[in-house]
């Protein structure tokens, strides 16, 4: 993280402003399932995902001052239980297109979404 926050800083005019969304693990460890499932269905390693203060220190110290952190978690989940429930409605639809493999891998992100929010997952914008 540290060195897209340099170049995110290089990038902007002086002045200039970055929205963020992103992950961060919140006061209490992820557990081994969170974990799992972060690496394996969402392809995100969860030794990458900062707590709230780490990421902070980050990003000031790349020299991007934290003007708003929002904790975006409940929104998110919601978002994403709805998301879920969506593509569970259009799935033979996604099946003839995607086939039944492809379908059940997409399935089973939209699904681990919402219980990753449930847990100790967090998203921020």
């Not at 290089?10 to 961060?24: K, S, T, W």
């Not at 969402?42 to 030794?47: A, D, L, T, W």
């Not at 990458?48 to 110290?61: D, H, N, Q, S, V």
Request: charged share 30%; aromatic share 8%.
């Amino acid at each position: 993280r540290p060195t897209l926050y340099r170049q995110v800083v290089r990038a902007l005019r002086p002045g200039g402003r970055v929205l963020i969304e992103d992950f961060y693990v919140g006061p209490t460890p992820l557990t081994e399932e969170e974990s799992v499932t972060l690496e394996a269905v969402v392809g995100c390693p969860p030794r990458a995902l900062p707590k709230e203060a780490a990421y902070r220190t980050g990003l000031e110290e790349a020299g991007i001052r934290v003007e708003v952190f929002d904790d975006q978690t409940a929104h998110w989940r919601e978002w994403t239980q709805e998301r879920a429930r969506a593509y569970d409605a259009r799935r033979d639809a996604e099946v003839a297109v995607h086939g039944e493999a492809m379908v059940e891998r997409m399935a089973g992100f939209y699904h681990a979404m919402p219980r990753l929010f449930s847990g100790n997952l967090r998203g921020v914008r």
